[in-house]
Nanobody, 119 residues
Framework: QVQLVESGGGLVQAGGSLRLSCAAS????????MGWYRQAPGKQRELVAV???????NYADSVKGRFTISRDNAENTMYLQMNSLKPEDTAVYYC?????????????WGQGTKVTVSS
């Protein structure tokens, strides 16, 4: 059963913008913190940004001031607005949901969407 579905990746020139979307099931979206991770070729997966159910956000230093994470509770969708993109932002971006519900920790991942930033 697919729980998280990403969209919005693609090819963009340096300095450009992209918006990623992650649609989640209502049960996940309502109960878990959501986040974006990325994995560049040959590198480990890293946290990009997270947003709690209450809307608190946190960003990796490398994207602060350029990326904005948000969530639309009516649409059960999370977004990542990426501005001033750099070639080093090139990676597969993954949507993540994680948290504790009824005493059990659960974590979900999307299938990933590729972002390529050309110089």
């Amino acid at each position: 059963q697919v729980q998280l579905v990403e969209s919005g990746g693609g090819l963009v020139q340096a300095g450009g913008s992209l918006r990623l979307s992650c649609a989640a099931s209502r049960s996940i979206f309502s109960n878990y913190a959501m986040g974006w991770y990325r994995q560049a070729p040959g590198k480990q997966r890293e946290l990009v940004a997270v947003i709690t159910t209450g809307g608190r956000t946190n960003y990796a230093d490398s994207v602060k001031g350029r990326f904005t994470i948000s969530r639309d509770n009516a649409e059960n969708t999370m977004y990542l607005q990426m501005n001033s993109l750099k070639p080093e932002d090139t990676a597969v971006y993954y949507c993540n949901a994680a948290g504790v519900l009824r005493g059990a920790f659960s974590e979900y991942w999307g299938q990933g969407t590729k972002v390529t930033v050309s110089s």
